[in-house]
């Protein structure tokens, strides 16, 4: 698990991101994607706009070809940048009852509960089953009619940030949090239709 050290539960509320202690590597880490992938993002206008480059015949097929990877690469830029950010999931429960709810999810997903306290819970899953020491952590911060949640993992050379895995996390919370619909918001659906 990536070391969450000295994490500032009510700093990372109101910033909207996790703020916690980084160490040399995570910077590092970071740095290196972002080299990596800038790369991904420049080589193929290097290569589609190669003056010496003979055959021109194929520009439109090199287009649609090139397109991919940089495409690819800003969204994994993206994401890198925008890993510690915290999404923010409305609920209809108080503190308590939002707890209950994630640690009943952690469990029907079989995460490991790595945190359990008031205002914070993180959920481990192992991400390679040759090393469980490679894990994927959903780290979550609990109030009242809010909960916030971000993703980040931990792997062997490089921290890929999660490309989609947040985006089934949010599907997953809102079904949770769905709140049947109480008298008064049925009265006033009734009305509007």
Known sequence: MRRL??????????????????????VFDRLVIYFFFSWVVVLPFLILFDPYR???DYDFFYVIVFTIPFL???????????????FKIITAYNRKKNHE???????????EVYRKSNRCLIFNESTSALN????KSRIF??????VMYSIVQ???????????????LKKDLKKLFNTPLTDAKKETCQHIT
Do not use: C, M, Q
């Open 132 to 135: 469980p020491e490679y894990k």
């Open 101 to 111: 709810i994630l640690l009943e999810y952690a469990i029907t997903k079989s995460y």
């Open 72 to 86: 690819f690469g800003i969204y994994v830029i993206y994401r890198k940048a925008t890993e510690k950010r915290l």
């Open 154 to 168: 931990d792997r062997f050379k490089l921290n890929l940030p999660t490309l989609t895995s947040h985006l089934n």
């Open 5 to 26: 050290t000295k994490l500032n539960i009510n700093e990372s509320e109101t910033k909207g991101y996790l703020v916690f202690e980084e160490n040399w590597y995570d």
């Open 54 to 56: 003979l055959d021109t």
């Open 141 to 146: 911060l609990v109030e009242d009619n809010l």
